[in-house]
């Protein structure tokens, strides 16, 4: 049986990496538009700095990603963030570290006396009945703890994670976990100290690997003995007598079983021919414009004391937030150098992402300017642009999601896969992934 998996980010490889672990018979080609794997999960090194392209890790309170690098051999390229991780701090009119139990959250100045009074009352709000409908984030908020809590730390959370705001995102398909507490617990403060009682151990530390993400992936597909094709784009999956096949350039051949883990955008065209209404579903997901701007000093003066910062939108700052690099992981700078990587765009300025790449260096410095008074001149710069770089799980998502993967079963052999559909953390993609995999690797 041959099997194509077309897109190397983290969803196909973990894919390809686990059916030729379970199924060495296999014949598996992966393909990629890029000349290397990763997709958005890459690590560029300029003057011994490494800046991470787009995501710089996993938590360790879900067990995917663990077990993958176990597997593939790579627990040696581990790396634990640092202790002052754990510091964070959301910008609004100024510097605030983020409260991390309620007796900081109290004396915190982040809201106002009666915001935290609301929150207190959550206890006493009745939860949503089951089976109402999807909610945006903002809307689940409002109800739940509050304007002032939602406007500030939801705001600041929802830029972090998926480069938007709370009223674009349906807290169904981005945060099932918060609307499973309400269901199971009556209420979050509830379900939260329910799950702590429960559960044997820390919630979970943020763990990446040495000198980057980047060193994963390599480590990932030397792991993998599939058939590569590199640096070529997909484009067109068609129906065959049996299977179907895929060209790409001046490849064309025939597959029992085809995956298609790229981008949806992307998906949507390479099966636009086999059937326009899928395609034109996949075409219907919406993506957040984010650019990626890391810098990096030889000295700096700025303690870097922590994990680093988000913005709320009402500060109305050209940033989306401030990862201190070289403070969560310290091999992200040689000794004695510092590095930052700044978030711009997403759905609070799309329209800065088409910054030229001096442009977008400039509106990170003022960024850092305004939210952490640095205006020393970087001595290495790193740009990188996303035009759609996190999916947007818009309310109605779920159900549209649902549809697409309908409209499926009448392909058997053609998958979908990656970060656009049910979660895009990478442990979700990891588990997602391998439980894709395995159904791959039942087939006969």
């Known amino acids: 049986m041959r099997t194509a998996i077309i897109g190397a980010g983290i969803s196909g490889l973990t894919t390809a990496f686990y059916l030729l672990r379970e199924r060495p018979d296999r014949e598996v080609h992966v393909f990629d538009a890029a000349a290397i794997p990763g997709g958005t999960m890459r690590t560029v090194t300029q003057d011994g700095f490494h ?72 206890v006493f ?36 994670i998926y480069a938007t705001t709370p009223d674009r995102v349906s807290v169904n398909a981005a945060f099932p976990l918060v609307v499973r507490l309400e269901q199971e617990h009556g209420g979050l403060f509830r379900g939260m100290l329910a799950r702590r009682k429960k559960q044997a151990g820390p919630g979970g530390i943020l763990m990446s690997f040495k000198s980057g993400v980047g060193t994963f992936i390599g480590h990932l597909r030397a792991q993998t003995p599939a058939q590569w094709h590199l640096g070529e784009p997909v484009t067109e999956v068609v129906r065959a007598t049996s299977g179907y096949r895929v060209r790409a350039g001046d490849f064309e051949e025939g597959f029992d079983q085809v995956v298609v883990s790229t981008p949806s ?42 994990f680093g910062l988000l913005t709320t939108t009402s500060a109305g ?27 711009i765009g997403g759905q609070r300025n799309p329209e800065l992402v088409d910054q030229d790449e001096a442009g977008l260096i ?15 001149e970087p001595d290495v710069s790193f740009v990188q642009r996303w ?58």
């Open 51 to 122: 800046f991470e392209a787009g995501g710089n890790g996993f938590l360790t309170n879900k067990p995917d990603s663990m077990q993958l690098a176990k597997d593939a051999g790579a627990q040696d390229l581990l790396m634990p963030s640092s202790d002052q991780a754990r510091k964070r701090y959301i910008f609004t009119d100024r510097l605030h570290r983020l409260p991390e139990s309620p007796g900081l959250f109290l004396r915190s100045k982040l809201i106002g006396f009666g915001d935290k009074l609301r929150v207190a009352g959550e």
């Open 265 to 306: 955008h992307a998906a949507s065209a390479m099966l636009r021919r086999l059937d326009p209404d899928l395609s034109a579903g996949l075409a219907a997901i919406e993506y957040s414009p984010v650019a990626v701007v890391g810098l990096g000093w030889k000295e700096l003066d700025h303690p870097l004391d922590g």
């Open 125 to 160: 709000v009745s939860p949503r009945r089951r089976g109402g409908g999807e909610e945006t984030l903002q809307e689940f908020g409002y109800r739940r703890v509050g304007k002032g809590f939602t406007d500030v730390f939801l705001d600041a959370m929802t830029a972090g």
């Open 387 to 444: 035009d759609r770089g996190i999916p947007s799980y818009r309310v109605g998502h779920i159900a549209a999601v649902d549809a697409l993967f309908k409209q499926l079963d009448r392909y058997p052999g053609l998958y979908l896969g990656g970060n656009a559909y049910r979660g895009i953390a990478m442990n979700d993609c990891v588990r997602n992934g391998r439980e894709l995999a395995e159904r791959l690797a039942a087939a006969e």
């Open 317 to 343: 700052l050209p940033v989306l937030g401030v990862l201190w690099d070289s403070s969560i992981f310290p091999d992200r700078a040689p000794d004695g150098a510092k590095s930052v990587r700044v978030m």
């Open 362 to 376: 400039a509106t990170a410095r003022e960024g850092l300017r305004l939210t952490m008074g640095v205006e020393r």
